[in-house]
């Protein structure tokens, strides 16, 4: 299985940051989640969010105001939508699927860098 | 939000050596406690799962113990390949939270 990012790499501030992660080599439709992970730039991770292919989500409660993550089985592919962006919403956005029994990340998209700005 | 508290946040160490990363929790996890190493660029790779499994592939110089609030991640003998950022990450409970991240230099 592998997943790739998708998307615009510059968002204006208070707009939308739109995602697409495509996953190739297996059906999105298995025992898994998926998810989102971000990095902002020379810092740490933070879990943003997941999806099951039934459309069930678990957020970020810091960020659950602002996402909306979706799954389009048909297109074997799932997104993120952030909404209200600032310059702090900077970062590389990794998609990543859900390893279980644990709940471990095992495998990653390569990122895709999106930066706010004007 | 479950805190995971690196140490050392940095470490200098030389090929050959023995390393040890330790990851507390601000409150018990079980063993829902996975390390990923994330080198310069890239996306991080899993090592280690649930504790003390090693994901299939990882190399056995890796290895991971603790339950509870304390867990650790040991290099037995660093190769060249080794030198990058380590972080932990638990998946106890939601939001699923990484510690700061320790980066191995050489």
């Known amino acids: 299985v592998q997943l790739q990012e998708s998307g615009p790499g510059l968002v204006q501030p208070s707009g939308t940051l739109s995602l697409t992660c495509a996953v190739s080599?297996?059906?999105?439709?298995?025992?898994?989640?998926w998810s989102w992970v971000r990095q902002p730039p020379g810092k740490g991770l933070e879990w943003i969010g997941e999806i099951y292919h039934s459309g069930t989500t678990n957020y970020n409660p810091s960020l659950k105001s602002r996402i909306t993550i979706s799954v389009h089985k048909s297109k074997n592919q799932f997104s993120l939508k952030l909404s209200s962006v600032t310059a702090a919403d900077t970062a590389i956005y990794y998609c990543?699927?859900?390893?279980?029994?644990?709940?471990?990340?095992?495998?990653w998209g390569q990122g895709t860098m999106v930066i706010v700005s004007s | 939000d479950i805190q995971m508290t690196q140490s050392p946040s940095s470490l200098s160490a030389s090929v050959g050596d023995r390393v040890t990363i330790t990851c507390r929790a601000s409150q018990s996890i079980n063993i829902y406690l996975n390390w990923y190493q994330q080198k310069a660029g890239k996306a991080p790779n899993l090592l280690i799962f649930?504790?003390?499994s090693l994901l299939s592939g990882v190399p056995s110089r890796f290895s991971g113990s603790g339950s509870g609030t304390d867990f650790t991640l040991t290099i037995s003998s660093l190769q060249p390949e080794d030198f990058a950022t380590y972080y932990c990450q638990q998946s106890y409970s939601y939001p699923s939270t990484f510690g700061q991240g320790t980066k191995l230099e050489i």
């Open positions: 990543a699927r859900v390893f279980y029994p644990g709940g471990a990340f095992d495998i």
């Open positions: 649930a504790a003390s």
């Open positions: 080599g297996g059906s999105i439709s298995t025992s898994n989640w």
